[in-house]
């Protein structure tokens, strides 16, 4: 494998809005191949081994921030993970001076998930180090839209489709504050999907059918129907300094999925779910449950697939030597066939 085909076309992974279709392919593909390690009885492989991945997270998370770090060391990165509340943030330095101090110890990838809408674009201008958005405040969420889009493809058969064309998806939910829905819309429509954005009008961004590219439904059954893909949207309270909405339990009775709603879908449709799941606020236990209907839990496997998908691509333009060293090693195989 060489460099030129390895490599993204671009140094850092800001959003979706940047990925061609020919990218996004690109991505899911090499996620498809290297998945398998993580099945192995030992699961590494030295194909970043050398490269130095830093996670820089100043929002709280559980599994982006353990993909990522899994990600990196099942491929021999070394990994390092940065706690904002222990760092000189707490003492008053700027985002930038903890950026350049930590671009001087020379990383190759710093993954960084932040409150502030576009801070990730502000910090790729200013840094030669590759920066991976784990999630910029309501704006977008690349690697989630790219675990995101593999599940649907590896269940594309069940949907009685070969790709992405004219695939009607619907996201439900709480639209306003998710950088999921953002990237999901962005990524899905640039594969050739139909895009619905469903939810209460307070919950709803404005323009978003012009922002976005979707049609906006502010009835759950109408924005249902013969929908293929069901992404239900995590209703997101911390971020809402106000009334959005009258309560949980009127939240629920009107936009919660539940077998009944979901009947208003494509028979067999997919329905999925970012996580953390609000279980009886925006889904029922009996269909996050559903092994049959649900894939939440495939979307979190594919999700450390992704990442070290995505930490290999921006690595790899700088590996090749090493890598191919390596893979000629008799008992050190790179992943890829």
Not at 6 to 12: D, E, G, T
Not at 136 to 154: A, K, N
Not at 311 to 323: D, F, M, N, P
Request: with cysteine; charged share 25%.
């Amino acid at each position: 494998m060489t460099a030129k085909r390895s490599a993204l076309k671009r140094k850092h992974l800001l959003g979706m809005a940047e990925l061609s279709r020919e990218d996004i392919t690109q991505i899911l593909e090499t996620a498809a191949s290297i998945r398998e390690i993580n099945y192995r009885d030992i699961k590494k492989v030295p194909t970043l081994r050398g490269k130095t991945v830093i996670n820089l997270f100043f929002e709280n998370s559980t599994r982006t921030r353990t993909s990522f770090e899994l990600a990196g060391k099942r491929m021999s990165a070394d990994v390092i993970n940065i706690s904002v509340a222990s760092s000189s943030v707490a003492k008053g330095e700027t985002l930038i001076d903890t950026m350049i101090t930590l671009q001087a110890m020379n990383p190759d990838v710093v993954v960084v998930r932040h409150a502030e809408p576009g801070v990730h674009a502000f910090l790729a201008r200013h840094m030669d180090t590759a920066v991976v958005n784990a999630g910029d405040g309501g704006h977008e969420h690349p690697t989630q839209s790219l675990l995101d889009m593999l599940t649907i493809e590896d269940n594309l058969h069940r949907l009685n489709r070969k790709n992405f064309e004219g695939l009607v998806v619907a996201i439900c939910g709480d639209v306003l504050h998710s950088r999921v829905a953002r990237s999901n819309a962005i990524g899905l429509r640039t594969m050739g999907a139909q895009v619905r954005l469903v939810g209460p009008p307070t919950l709803m961004p404005r323009f978003a059918e012009e922002a976005l590219g979707a049609r906006v439904f502010h009835d759950l059954d109408q924005g249902l129907a013969d929908a293929q893909v069901v992404m239900v949207l995590r209703l997101q309270l911390e971020r809402m300094h106000t009334a959005f909405i009258p309560s949980i339990r009127e939240y629920f009775k009107f936009w919660g999925l539940n077998r009944r709603r979901l009947a208003h879908a494509a028979p067999g449709a997919l329905v999925m779910h970012p996580g953390p799941v609000n279980r009886g606020v925006e889904i029922s236990s009996e269909l996050t449950d559903d092994p049959e209907r649900t894939v939440i839990l495939d979307q979190v496997a594919n999700g450390l697939a992704i990442r070290m998908a995505v930490l290999y691509r921006l690595c790899s333009g700088r590996v090749t030597v090493e890598k191919e060293s390596v893979a000629s090693a008799p008992d050190e195989k790179g992943p890829f066939p």
